[in-house]
């Protein structure tokens, strides 16, 4: 049972890069997707998620910029990422949760082992 994350690189700002999560051994149902970040000495903080029924929520910071699409036949959930900024870098995580909501961090029951962004000036 795992998710597996890829498509993380060093890009330019301005640049755009392409993050892709699939699931093995379990399925997404009807659970919550989401994409988090970490930067170096920094907390990890949501990105964006999407439900079973395709409603997505962004972070302010990504609002605009960044794309979540979830495809429940495939098991898969991407995050397309445009207009990247220096500030963007970071590891990126794919979660999921049984959750049909968005929960707290703590109620994310599988994470991708997380790829790594940067994002050069």
């Known amino acids: 049972v795992q998710l597996q994350a890829s498509g993380g690189g060093l890009v330019q700002s301005g640049g755009s890069l392409r993050l892709f999560c699939a699931a093995s051994?379990?399925?997404?149902?009807?659970?919550?997707m989401a994409w988090f970040r970490q930067a170096p000495g920094s907390e990890r903080e949501f990105v964006a998620g999407v439900t079973w029924s395709d409603s997505k929520y962004y972070s302010a910071a990504v609002k605009g910029r960044f794309t979540i699409a979830r495809d429940n036949a495939k098991n898969t959930v991407d995050l397309q990422m445009t207009s990247l900024r220096p500030e963007d870098t970071a590891v990126y995580y794919c979660?999921?949760?049984?959750?049909?909501?968005?929960?707290?961090?703590?109620?994310?029951?599988?994470w991708g082992q997380g790829t790594l962004v940067t994002v050069s000036s």
């Open positions: 979660a999921s949760t049984t959750s049909r909501t968005r929960p707290p961090l703590a109620e994310y029951n599988y």
């Open positions: 051994g379990f399925t997404f149902g009807s659970g919550y």
